[in-house]
């Protein structure tokens, strides 16, 4: 009898299902190692996180240029902020060196940056002719009044998922820091958001509905400063407790001192119409105070890296 005889089927499944379990039993360490690291999920957080911002900041720059404000600026402006936007959906998909991002591997996440891909490729466009033609058309404000809250709300959602990855993964340390990075990086948006709001008050543009829209998010950006240094259990915010950290949300607290009886005159209901003058002060001072809460976002962020 011969002692070469070929494997039996069972044999041949045996070997299968033993080589198969040892890869399940060994891929849980190859995927451990991959996972972003606390600085990594610092920067997803902040990078995500400032895409809603973006998202608000390319709508104000829009209604700027519809109001013909500092045209020749904002169309510069809103160059790059679009560009940014690109860049950065694309980075925090497949990875980016340049933006420190790590690739998603999370198919869940991944899912979602994909609704947030069709929202984009219908508003990216519209941007780009505004580019291009050095205006903006009554319609073209109309679709980007529409579609400006779908994008928001896509990358909200996003941000929202890979802040329950951190708190499961790379921010085992404070957790807490993840909601943190979060909120105070969502008062970027706010700070863009309520100017887009008053801008289309302004521009005359579904004035009721944004003139309530701009109250509730005035009032948000108010509760969610003091929350960032007080505490806020609803918000799920602890009190921040560094003092270069409060030091920064004192510069912060000092511009909106100034900047929110301005958004406060445009979400009044006896405000029939808004001066030029009052346009001006909103377009000169929405940025310093998104400069300074971002600084406070970045220094969130570097408490998340320890």
Request: with cysteine; aromatic share 6%; hydrophobic share 40%.
């Amino acid at each position: 009898m011969s002692h070469n005889k070929s494997l039996n089927p069972l044999q041949i499944t045996g070997a299968f299902l033993f080589s198969l379990l040892l890869l399940l039993c060994t891929a849980p360490v190859a995927l451990a190692s991959n996972a972003p690291t606390s600085a990594e999920y610092g920067v997803v957080l902040n990078l995500a996180g400032k895409q809603r911002m973006l998202s608000q900041k390319m709508s104000k720059e829009i209604m700027l240029i519809a109001l013909d404000i500092d045209a020749a600026n904002n169309l510069a402006n809103l160059a790059k902020t679009s560009g940014l936007f690109d860049k950065t959906l694309k980075g925090l998909r497949g990875g980016s060196a340049e933006l420190g991002l790590p690739p998603t591997s999370a198919s869940r996440i991944l899912r979602q940056l994909d609704k947030v891909d069709g929202i984009w490729a219908g508003f990216y466009p519209v941007v780009q002719t505004v580019l291009n033609n050095k205006a903006v058309t009554k319609e073209q404000v109309a679709t980007i009044a529409k579609n400006n809250l779908p994008l928001l709300k896509e990358m909200n959602k996003t941000v929202g998922l890979y802040e329950k990855d951190a708190k499961k993964g790379g921010l085992k340390s404070d957790p807490s820091l993840a909601a943190t990075l979060n909120l105070s990086g969502k008062q970027r948006m706010l700070t863009q958001k309520m100017s887009k709001e008053f801008l289309l008050v302004a521009y005359g543009h579904d004035v009721d509905d944004n003139k309530l829209s701009l109250l509730e998010t005035y009032s948000l950006f108010e509760r969610t400063l003091k929350g960032l240094r007080d505490g806020d259990a609803t918000l799920g915010l602890s009190a921040t407790t560094q003092p270069h950290i409060l030091a920064q949300l004192d510069v912060v607290e000092g511009l909106w001192g100034k900047f929110k009886p301005i958004v406060a005159y445009g979400a009044d209901y006896k405000t029939t119409s808004i001066p030029k003058d009052k346009i001006e002060v909103l377009a000169n001072t929405n940025l310093p105070l998104l400069k300074e809460m971002n600084k406070a976002v970045g220094m969130y962020a570097k408490e998340a890296a320890k």
